[in-house]
């Protein structure tokens, strides 16, 4: 079943406020295999002009991807989840992700495709500190693989 076209440009409301701790960005430094100080040591991200640690460029998917949920499970969208597969994630950023902000995602359906009978939905993530500031912005595209002939 092809998504509902009608839906681009549609925007959810905004995710309840996710507070980013050191302890998470450590553990998702380390299982990405990330070892720069700026990570895990205050005063090494502090040296490089940063108020506390900072997120690797990629943590920001976990609280992103989350809330594309919203998008996702969108009974008017149409979308069968375990055809699902993921197509391609990026990210444009204001500023780095640190210990201590309070973030929001906003996401918004940028655009549906099909395409040799898969559909390919787009959305934008976009992420807001406390203060309503920018700091990031990411794109996933999600692949809904076409239904197998019998």
Same mark, same amino acid.
């Given at each position: 079943?092809?998504?509902?076209?009608?839906?681009?440009?549609?925007?959810?409301?905004?995710?309840?406020?996710?507070?980013?701790?050191? *302890?998470?960005? $450590?553990?998702?430094? %380390? /299982?990405?295999?990330? &070892?720069?100080?700026?990570?895990?040591?205050? *005063? @090494?991200?502090?040296?490089?002009?940063?108020?506390?640690?900072?997120?690797?460029?990629?943590?920001?998917?976990?609280?992103?991807?989350? &809330?594309?949920? =919203?998008?996702? %499970?969108?009974?008017? #969208?149409?979308?069968?989840?375990?055809?699902?597969?993921?197509?391609? =994630?990026?990210? +444009?950023? @204001? $500023?780095?992700?640190?210990?201590?902000?309070?973030?929001?995602?906003? +996401?918004?359906?940028? /655009?549906?495709?099909?395409? /040799?009978?898969?559909?390919? #939905?787009?959305? $934008?993530? %976009?992420?807001?500190? %406390? /203060?309503?500031?920018?700091?990031?912005? &990411?794109?996933?595209? #999600?692949?809904?693989?076409? @239904?197998?002939?019998?």
């Amino acid at each position: 079943m092809a998504l509902d076209q009608s839906l681009v440009g549609r925007s959810y409301p905004p995710t309840a406020p996710y507070e980013v701790g050191r *302890e998470k960005i $450590r553990e998702f430094a %380390e /299982a990405v295999g990330d &070892a720069n100080p700026a990570y895990t040591d205050a *005063e @090494a991200a502090k040296a490089l002009g940063h108020p506390d640690v900072i997120a690797p460029p990629t943590f920001v998917f976990s609280i992103t991807f989350k &809330a594309a949920g =919203q998008v996702i %499970e969108d009974p008017q #969208l149409g979308l069968d989840y375990s055809r699902v597969v993921h197509g391609d =994630q990026k990210f +444009s950023y @204001a $500023r780095p992700v640190r210990a201590g902000d309070r973030l929001t995602v906003t +996401s918004t359906i940028e /655009a549906i495709k099909s395409m /040799a009978g898969n559909d390919i #939905l787009d959305i $934008r993530g %976009e992420v807001h500190d %406390e /203060a309503g500031e920018h700091v990031v912005t &990411a794109w996933t595209k #999600l692949v809904a693989r076409a @239904a197998e002939e019998a």
